[in-house]
């Protein structure tokens, strides 16, 4: 029983000195576990004379008390140094968080950044905006605008197809029918948004943006001279007032006359560099005078009117000086403007 008495001291004592949580727990099962020091204490207590009981077990029942309590206290001193190290490693520091996020604040992507430069010129002009479906049928994106089923026109446009003959819209053209069909002239409308084909390289995205306007006006007023006031002031608008335009006779089946424009290079200032191919000019947009065709499709009788094209991811790169058109699309926050 002394014997015992001292070992239930020892390990009393040691238990003062521990450090951790497993120690701990190897002390707790050592003294107070089902075959612990105690409970043989108290099996050796049962053999005891009566006269000796009383004096032992209460002996044995002060020492348990003392574990007891030294017991709890250094589990709750263990158990607030284990959160403590917690709270330190696993802290979330503002402080760093701002700093990350001030030096990688998000900015508006190149493509709608000049989506709005765009839309900002033609609605000062009394423009309306409007929009139109990724999904349309063969009559909106083609029939109506003067590209019959046999028009070798279709050929320029590679199309993503779906089973029931509707597709993936190649151009945001059907807005203009479907603006038409909906509305009477007079109509000044652009138009932006996504549009597909089944491209891709340095230079084509199956998925692209285009912006494209029209003007429609009763009796025969609307003229090529019109069409070339507005898009001088537009492409000012966008790159400059030292820029300057050229129309070269083109052709679209929508349109007739019909012109691609060019913009003097504002990389060489027209001398001729690697950017326009030595020419001094860059293609930036298509245009022309409404093909009668057009209108008949519509139900339009006396009008006449204008409509102009252009790719916005076009007009972004050569403003910023984008050379690879898939950056716009690989989310690297480099490319920034
Ligand atoms: N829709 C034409 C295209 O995608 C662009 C365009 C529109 C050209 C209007 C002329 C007039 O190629």
Redesign the pocket.
């Known amino acids: 029983m002394q014997e015992l008495k001292s070992q239930i001291k020892d390990s009393i004592n040691k238990l003062k000195e521990v450090e951790n949580a497993e120690l701990l727990e190897t002390l707790r099962v050592e003294i107070s576990g089902k075959k612990g020091l105690f409970t043989k204490a108290y099996a050796k207590i049962g053999k005891l004379e009566s006269a000796l009981k009383k004096e032992v077990a209460s002996e044995i029942n002060e020492l348990k008390k003392e574990f007891e309590s030294i017991f709890e206290g250094k589990k709750s001193e263990i158990e607030a140094k284990i959160l403590e190290s917690k709270l330190k490693s696993e802290r979330l520091d503002s402080s760093l968080f701002n700093a990350f996020s001030a030096s990688r604040a998000g900015s508006i992507h190149p493509v709608y950044l000049m989506r709005d430069m765009i839309i900002d010129y033609f609605t000062s002009l009394n423009f309306s905006l409007q929009d139109g479906g990724f999904v349309e049928d063969d009559f909106h994106n083609f029939e109506a605008l003067n590209m019959p089923k046999s028009h070798p026109a279709r050929d320029m446009q590679d199309t993503f197809y779906f089973a029931d003959s509707m597709l993936l819209r190649?151009?945001?053209?059907p807005i203009q029918i479907r603006t038409m069909e909906t509305h009477k002239p007079p109509i000044r409308m652009i138009c932006t948004g996504a549009?597909f084909r089944r491209d891709y390289d340095l230079t084509h995205s199956p998925m692209f943006h285009?912006c494209?306007g029209l003007l429609v006006e009763s009796g025969d007023n609307i003229s090529f001279a019109n069409l070339k006031a507005i898009l001088d002031g537009f492409v000012k608008h966008i790159f400059g007032d030292d820029v300057s335009l050229r129309f070269r006779s083109s052709f679209?089946p929508?349109?007739e006359p019909?012109a691609e424009v060019d913009v003097s290079c504002m990389f060489c200032k027209g001398g001729g560099c690697r950017v326009c191919s030595g020419t001094g000019f860059l293609e930036i947009l298509?245009?022309?005078v409404v093909d009668s065709n057009v209108f008949k499709a519509v139900g339009y009788e006396d009008v006449s009117g204008y409509?102009?094209?252009m790719g916005i991811e076009r007009l972004a790169m050569l403003k910023w000086g984008i050379n690879d058109l898939r950056s716009f699309y690989e989310t690297d926050l480099r490319t920034r403007v």
């Open positions: 190649t151009h945001t053209s549009t285009q494209e679209f929508f349109t019909s298509g245009c022309g409509a102009f094209g």
